[in-house]
Nanobody
Framework: QVQLVESGGGLVQAGGSLRLSCAASGSIFMINDMGWYRQAPGKQRELVATITSGGTTTYAASAKGRFTVSRDNSKNTVYLQMNSLKPEDTAVYYC??????????????WGQGTQVTVSS
């Protein structure tokens, strides 16, 4: 089993910053893609940012220029630095990892979610 534990959410005023972290534990051979998603009340879960094992990043249009995704492979951890936060960024943020538990078994895992609330 692979487990993801998120941290760093909270309440912040518009224009402020937060840094989310997500660390994986368990039987892990390698992690390919790491990503962040979010789900606001009444809306579908949406992609925020992803980073590959080679460091290639992708961002949702709403996140470009304000959010930065990074990873520490030695710690099996992904980060999301969020700056210039807006009330519309309010959502539960989830991390997602895809990789392999061994040479023959792939996995995909989700974090439990962390609430980010941006007040106006």
């Amino acid at each position: 089993q692979v487990q993801l534990v998120e941290s760093g959410g909270g309440l912040v005023q518009a224009g402020g910053s937060l840094r989310l972290s997500c660390a994986a534990s368990g039987s892990i051979f390698m992690i390919n893609d790491m990503g962040w998603y979010r789900q606001a009340p009444g809306k579908q879960r949406e992609l925020v940012a992803t980073i590959t094992s080679g460091g290639t990043t992708t961002y949702a249009a709403s996140a470009k220029g304000r959010f930065t995704v990074s990873r520490d492979n030695s710690k099996n951890t992904v980060y999301l630095q969020m700056n210039s936060l807006k009330p519309e960024d309010t959502a539960v943020y989830y991390c997602n990892f895809a990789g392999a538990r061994d040479r023959w078994t792939t996995f995909e895992a989700w974090g439990q979610g962390t609430q980010v609330t941006v007040s106006s």
